[in-house]
C-alpha cells in the first residue's frame, strides 16, 4: 500500500479532541472521542476504535483502511439481497474491514472482527483509489452492473472512502447501494444520504438482542426511517433460534417497519451455523416460514 492517502494518512471526519493540555500522559492527552456512531468511542493516541477502522495518531482521528479493499465481486443485487430494485441487474460489491458491532454469528468475521486491519499480516490489502473503483464500474457495465454496493463487512465505519467513492459513482450516472447495520450518528448519514440510492439494513432484534451485540435498537431505526425518506430500502432479519425469532420480537419488527412504510420488503433469512455460533443448529425452514406469517400481517412484501 504506497498510496500517500491511503489508511493511516487520511484523515476521519467526525470526532472531537477530548484529551486534556495539562496531563503528563501523552496518550491522555491525545485522547480522541469519535462520533461517527453511537458506539462513540474514546480513542488514545496511537489506539484504534472498536471497529478497527479508526485511528488516533497524535490526537488527530484518522480512516485507518481508506482504500483497503479486502473483496471485490460483480454479484446479482439479489444476493445483496434486494428483490426490489433494479431486479436481474448485476452489482459490482466491495469490502474493507471491521465493524462496529459485535455479531457472535457474523458470515464474515475474517475481515470483520477480531484485530486492526492495518498491523494484521493474515491479510494483503489492495488499495484502490475512488477514483479506480469507478474505473472498474464504468468496465463491467457491459455485464450487467449498474453501479458499486459497499457491502461484505460494515461499510459506514470506512465512511470517508465510501463518501469520496459515492460522489464519483454519482457523478458517473451509476448507482450506490449500502449494505448496512445501520449503526451509524444522524449527521453523518445525513451528509451521505443524497449520494446513496438504496439500502439493505439489518434489523436485528430487539434492545436485549442488541445488547448482547454491543449495540441498542433505537439508533438503527432512526437510521431506517432517515434512509426511507431519500433511498430504496429493504431489510434484512436473520433468523436465530432461541436468539431473535420469538413472535413479539417478529411482530415488533413488523410493526415498526409498517409505521414507516407497510411497502418496505423485508427479508427473513436462515441461520446457519458460524463464528462463535458455530455450534448452535440452524434456522429451519419451518421457523422462518412462522417468521414470514407474523411479518405478513403487517408487511406487504416479506421474503423468505
Known amino acids: 500500500m504506497n498510496d500517500p492517502s491511503a489508511g493511516n494518512q487520511y484523515p476521519a ?9 495539562s496531563t503528563d500522559d501523552e496518550q491522555n492527552k491525545n485522547s480522541v ?37 479486502s473483496s471485490i465481486a460483480l454479484d446479482p443485487i439479489e444476493k445483496k439481497p434486494f428483490r426490489m430494485f433494479y431486479s436481474g441487474k448485476r452489482i459490482l460489491s466491495l469490502g474493507s474491514f471491521g465493524c462496529n458491532l459485535g455479531c457472535p454469528f457474523c458470515q464474515n468475521h475474517e475481515i470483520a472482527v477480531g484485530f486492526n486491519r492495518c498491523e494484521n499480516p493474515r491479510y494483503k490489502e489492495e488499495f484502490i483509489s475512488p477514483e479506480k473503483i469507478v474505473e472498474l464500474a464504468k468496465e463491467t457495465v457491459p455485464e450487467g452492473n449498474i453501479g458499486i454496493a459497499y457491502t461484505y463487512n460494515e461499510p459506514l465505519i470506512g465512511y470517508e472512502f465510501v463518501l469520496d467513492c459515492a460522489r464519483r459513482v454519482c457523478d458517473a450516472g451509476l448507482f450506490n447501494i449500502l449494505v448496512t447495520n445501520g449503526y451509524i450518528n444522524p449527521e453523518p448519514l445525513e451528509k451521505l444520504l443524497p449520494f446513496i440510492h438504496a439500502m439493505n439494513i439489518d434489523l436485528k432484534g430487539g434492545d436485549g438482542f442488541y445488547a448482547k451485540l454491543g449495540g441498542s435498537l433505537g439508533p438503527v431505526k432512526e437510521t431506517i426511517a432517515a434512509a426511507h425518506k431519500h433511498c430504496h430500502v429493504e431489510i434484512t432479519t436473520l433468523i436465530i433460534p432461541d436468539e431473535n425469532d420469538s413472535s413479539e420480537m417478529i411482530e415488533s419488527a413488523a410493526r415498526f417497519i409498517a409505521s414507516v412504510d ?12 458460524r463464528y462463535k455460533y458455530s455450534q448452535k443448529p440452524a434456522a429451519s425452514p419451518e421457523l422462518t416460514a412462522a417468521a414470514g406469517k407474523i411479518a405478513k400481517k403487517y408487511l406487504k412484501n416479506v421474503f423468505i
Not at 471526519?13 to 493540555?21: L, Q, R
Not at 407497510?262 to 451455523?273: K, S
Open 33 to 69: 472521542n469519535c462520533l461517527l456512531c453511537p458506539v462513540g468511542c474514546e480513542i488514545s493516541g496511537g489506539d484504534y476504535g472498536l471497529c478497527g477502522a479508526r485511528r488516533n495518531i497524535a490526537g488527530k482521528l484518522y480512516a485507518a483502511t481508506y482504500g483497503m479493499v
Open 13 to 21: 471526519m467526525f470526532y472531537t479532541k477530548t484529551g486534556t493540555v
Open 262 to 273: 407497510p411497502e418496505i420488503p423485508l427479508h427473513l433469512t436462515r441461520f446457519f451455523p
